[in-house]
């Protein structure tokens, strides 16, 4: 009912800056939060950092003031701006979306996984 898909994923060296988009659509009658979550090799995924529908947003403290999150209500997409990435950063990058449907109904969406690898 609701697709996502993202994009922007890469190699970037350290240092280097990233953007990531996660575009919704589809039974989308309002988009709640949107977040974008990771998950490293061997290890749990983990919250990156959200953006509710008034812009509100809230952030992991491994990347705060190096990321900044966005969202385009018009287009129904949300955006990672990576800034000073580190090796530590690398992983597989998942955006997640809280849809209202226009068949009455609210969804959790997962994107598909978009990976970020940063070499040092």
């Known amino acids: 009912q609701v697709q996502l898909v993202e994009s922007g994923g890469g190699l970037v060296q350290a240092g280097g800056s990233l953007r990531l988009s996660c575009a919704a659509s589809?039974?989308?009658?309002?988009?709640?939060?949107m977040g974008w979550y990771r998950q490293a090799p061997g290890k749990q995924r983990e919250l990156v950092a959200t953006i509710t529908s008034g812009g509100s947003t809230n952030f992991a403290d491994s990347v705060k003031g190096r990321f900044t999150i966005s969202r385009d209500n018009a287009k129904n997409t949300v955006y990672l701006q990576m800034n000073r990435l580190k090796p530590e950063d690398t992983a597989v990058y998942y955006c997640n979306v809280g849809v209202v449907l226009t068949t009455d109904g609210y969804l959790e969406v997962w994107g598909q996984g978009t990976l970020v690898t940063v070499s040092s």
């Open positions: 589809g039974r989308i009658f309002s988009i709640n939060a």
